[in-house]
């Protein structure tokens, strides 16, 4: 089945650093998603990037679906940023999705 | 819009009883849904499909004796541990996907927390 993988596995930043997360995957898919995990375990969907780019305010998410990738990026980031961010994809139309193993963020004061 | 509700958000039980976990989509029809657990410090790893008025699809090493699932309606499917243990303890997460677009985001759940004692 298809593989994926996130890197860095933790990642610890100053308040108002930038940083890039990325997704690797191991064959062409259909949905690909960003979610960020928060402490009570709620997952908050980011983005539903298959391919191309999109923004969301301090996010962008990039997809090159040619490359197998995606990259998330952080800017000015914030205390509240903390938590999991995970990449997860769907290789058919409306099919299950599978998740990489995540970054752990920490946003220092 | 897009909102999925679960129902306990927490849960404690003695082991060998039976636990049902609800999932409903507020504001929209889901065709499909899924559900994922998830132990601590780990990914999330799916454990089963469910589509309304069919049999729900396990993933390999699923117990679908143990894990009952039912999509009875478009809005609400439920998740039974049957004869807990403590091996079961876990957060369990549903998401769907909304009929009403071409689109396939799937979106989660605030998750249930299932402790057995």
């Known amino acids: 089945g298809i593989q994926v993988e996130q890197s860095p596995p933790d990642l610890i930043l100053q308040e108002g650093a930038n940083s890039t997360l990325r997704c690797n995957f191991s064959?062409?898919?259909?949905?690909l998603q960003w979610f960020h995990q928060n402490p009570w375990g709620q997952l908050i969907n980011l983005f539903y990037?298959?391919?191309g780019t999109k923004q969301n305010g301090r996010l962008s998410a990039t997809t090159v679906a040619t490359e197998r990738y995606s990259l998330l990026y952080i800017s000015s980031s914030q205390t509240t940023d903390s938590g999991v961010y995970f990449c997860?994809?769907?290789?058919?139309?409306?099919?299950?999705?599978?998740f990489g193993q995540g970054t752990e963020l920490s946003v220092k004061p | 819009g897009a909102v999925v509700s679960q129902h306990p958000s927490w849960v404690i039980c003695k082991s060998g009883t039976s636990v049902k976990i609800e999932c409903r989509s507020l504001?929209?029809?889901?065709?499909?849904m899924f559900w994922y657990r998830q132990f601590p410090k780990q990914s999330l790893m799916l454990m089963a499909t469910?589509?309304?008025?069919?049999?729900?699809?396990?993933e390999q090493g699923v117990e679908k004796d143990k894990f009952l699932i039912n999509h009875a309606s478009l809005t609400l499917s439920t998740l039974t541990v049957t004869s807990a243990h403590p091996e079961d303890s876990s957060f369990y997460i549903c998401?769907?996907?909304?009929?009403?677009?071409?689109?396939?985001?799937?979106?989660f759940g605030p998750g249930t927390r299932l402790t057995v004692l």
């Open positions: 998401s769907a996907i909304t009929s009403e677009s071409s689109y396939n985001e799937q979106f």
């Open positions: 064959d062409s898919v259909n949905n």
């Open positions: 990037i298959p391919s």
């Open positions: 997860a994809v769907a290789p058919n139309q409306g099919g299950k999705l599978i």
């Open positions: 504001d929209f029809q889901a065709t499909t």
């Open positions: 469910s589509n309304e008025g069919s049999k729900a699809t396990y």
